[in-house]
């Protein structure tokens, strides 16, 4: 099946510092990735649509300058969260659609990130 | 503005039984449903999914019923098994591969499956 991972895994930042996560489509490319985030107990949010090649598509409220997203490969997207503050703590998780497929998202593991 | 619900919490149901997840939507575009489950600390994992072509789409034990009259999906599992207790989210997006559509997920219904 399409696998999809993440590094790190978890991360403890001071408050200021950039936070840099990698998504990886292991065994498939992927045009299209999205980046989510996930409050305690609450559903996952859409933050941004990424495209190889071009640049992301961010959803409404979602800071373009605070959250990075690259997407440089079919196979890599990076989303870098600059200036990190404790507010910004919370669980990242990519997702990779399929090339030629249909419409399911295969999801990394995700990145558990803590501000100080 | 909760596009998708999931209006239960939680759900607990003993094992060999039936487990029926439920979910809502209000976003009359909607054609495309899918079921995630999840563990914590772990990206979901994709389970079943349906177009709205379709009322019922059906792969082992997971079966997914959709209602478009009513706005309504709901998974059925059965036979309950214990490894099946984790978060179920209900999913949904506008437009089949033409575009990147976007998912639009619920609020997730924990699900406990005793001995």
């Known amino acids: 099946g399409a696998v999809v991972s993440q590094h790190p895994s978890w991360v403890i930042c001071k408050s200021g510092t950039s936070v840099k996560i990698e998504c990886r489509s292991l065994?498939?490319?992927?045009?299209?990735m999205f980046w989510y985030r996930q409050f305690p107990k609450q559903s996952l949010m859409l933050m941004a649509t990424?495209?190889?090649?071009?640049?992301?598509?961010?959803e409404q409220g979602v800071e373009k300058d605070k959250f990075l997203i690259n997407h440089a490969s079919l196979t890599l997207s990076t989303l870098t969260v600059t200036s990190a503050h404790p507010e910004d703590s919370s669980f990242y998780i990519c997702?990779?659609?399929?090339?030629?497929?249909?419409?399911?998202?295969?999801f990394g593991p995700g990145t558990r990130l803590t501000v100080l | 503005d909760q596009q998708v619900k999931q209006n239960s919490p939680s759900l607990s149901v003993q094992e060999g039984r039936i487990s029926i997840l439920n979910c809502d939507y209000t976003?009359?575009?909607?054609?495309?449903f899918l079921w995630y489950k999840k563990y914590p600390a772990e990206g979901p994992t994709f389970l079943i999914s349906?177009?709205?072509?379709?009322d019922k789409n059906e792969d082992g034990r997971f079966t997914v019923f959709l209602n478009k009259s009513a706005k309504h999906l709901s998974l059925h599992i059965v036979p309950s098994q214990p490894g099946d207790s984790a978060v179920y989210f209900c999913?949904?997006?506008?437009?089949?591969?033409?575009?990147?559509?976007?998912?639009?997920f619920g609020t997730g219904t924990r699900l406990q499956v005793t001995l």
């Open positions: 976003n009359s575009m909607f054609d495309y």
């Open positions: 349906i177009s709205s072509i379709k």
């Open positions: 999913a949904a997006s506008a437009g089949w591969a033409g575009t990147a559509s976007k998912l639009t």
């Open positions: 990424s495209n190889e090649g071009s640049k992301a598509t961010y």
């Open positions: 997702s990779a659609r399929v090339l030629a497929g249909v419409n399911e998202q295969f």
């Open positions: 065994d498939f490319q992927a045009t299209t």
